[in-house]
């Protein structure tokens, strides 16, 4: 198998798998919220046009090779049909980079705004506007590095006489600013739920995993440094292509893995989740998320909801995602151990002493908290 041949593979391989995640994402989201779509997850459609875009320019540059890597001489005796092949390459090389950096950015931008309704109303809310003012700036700025760094844009595609290296993607400054920025918006994102998770009175295991899903976006940074020290270390024209295939799959993975992660519990098959929407009176799309296990306490909806004498009864929720627990007690098919949950309903305090005696209601304010179930 040839080298070209083999990073084809790769290249659908990992689209392949991407558009899974991506369909797996809507399956999830449409079983359990029907059509109460959220922005992030239209954005997430959107980053997979862009993702299929790069796909095909990543495979067109691998076939027929770019303007790089390349002396004078060797430029002016190009056989005319193998300049054309550069040319062509070289021209969707442009293209691809500038869906590349698209792709990405759009991804960021999906975990903030799922991180924005992860954290309504908390402390770590005040954060993520910032976060998105940063994603958009330094999109920008990368876009039009990319597209103008080379002047006139043509000469991106031009082969002979040699254009420069800012011209025939042999220049440090694209990969720099890339990488730079990459760090740095991926730093600000990443720790913007990590509060939550420790706060979340669970497990060690269990917030080890929330870590784990929601802290994620640490290995896209890592993918994009390492696509950057490969690509300057290797003048073959498919190395960047492959390298921002491998870094996008990786992105598209951290995206949607939150996402998905029902799938993998009993409750979502047996209807556990739309039960919740029922019953628990969810509204505006607002439904549990995400379920580690399907255990939970047979008193949980007790527990949260009723009241019982000589105890203090809070209804806690809000228009949040929140993380939750279940009590250690007792098993029920329908009652998430641990998970993520959108919920929006009010706060009610309700204090009783005697059986006979009516509770009071009170305190019907809206508030954030962590609630068990």
Not at 3 to 15: D, F
Not at 46 to 72: E, K, P, Q, Y
Not at 160 to 172: F, M, V, W
Not at 271 to 277: A, F, I, L, S, V
Request: glycine fraction near 8%; proline fraction near 5%.
């Amino acid at each position: 198998m040839t080298t070209i041949r083999s990073l084809l593979i790769e290249t659908w391989v990992e689209y392949g798998f991407s558009t899974i995640l991506v369909a797996m994402r809507l399956y999830t989201r449409f079983k359990m919220v029907g059509g109460r779509l959220q922005k992030d997850d239209y954005l997430m459609v959107l980053g997979w046009a862009f993702f299929t875009m790069m796909s095909v320019c990543a495979h067109i540059v691998s076939l027929n090779g770019d303007n790089r890597a390349m002396t004078n001489e060797q430029r002016r005796l190009l056989p005319s049909d193998e300049r054309d092949r550069k040319i062509l390459g070289s021209k969707f090389f442009l293209t691809g980079h500038l869906t590349y950096v698209s792709t990405i950015w759009t991804l960021k931008l999906c975990m903030l705004l799922f991180f924005q309704r992860l954290t309504r109303g908390l402390a770590a809310e005040k954060f993520v506007k910032p976060a998105i003012g940063v994603v958009a700036v330094t999109w920008l700025v990368e876009f039009f590095t990319v597209l103008f760094s080379c002047h006139p844009v043509q000469n991106n595609w031009a082969i002979y006489p040699d254009p420069g290296k800012l011209c025939t993607h042999e220049s440090a400054l694209w990969y720099i600013v890339q990488v730079v920025f990459n760090v740095i918006t991926d730093a600000v994102i990443v720790p913007i739920p990590m509060p939550i998770v420790i706060k979340a009175k669970v497990s060690t295991m269990r917030k080890l995993g929330l870590v784990f899903l929601l802290g994620a976006g640490i290995f896209v940074m890592v993918a994009a440094t390492l696509r950057v020290v490969f690509v300057l270390t290797n003048a073959a024209p498919s190395e960047p292509a492959i390298w921002a295939m491998r870094e996008c799959f990786v992105a598209t993975f951290v995206g949607n893995a939150p996402m998905i992660r029902p799938m993998f519990t009993r409750k979502f098959y047996q209807g556990g989740y739309q039960d919740n929407d029922q019953s628990q009176g969810y509204t505006n799309g607002s439904v549990p998320l995400d379920a580690y296990g399907t255990g939970g306490s047979k008193n949980a909806t007790n527990r949260m909801y009723g009241s019982k004498a000589g105890t203090n009864v809070d209804i806690e929720s809000d228009s949040t995602e929140n993380i939750i627990e279940s009590s250690a007690g007792g098993k029920m098919d329908h009652g998430p151990e641990f998970g993520i949950r959108v919920q929006h309903s009010v706060a009610v305090s309700s204090h009783t002493n005697i059986p006979s005696r009516p509770s009071t209601m009170g305190d019907h304010n809206e508030r954030s908290s962590w609630s068990p179930t």
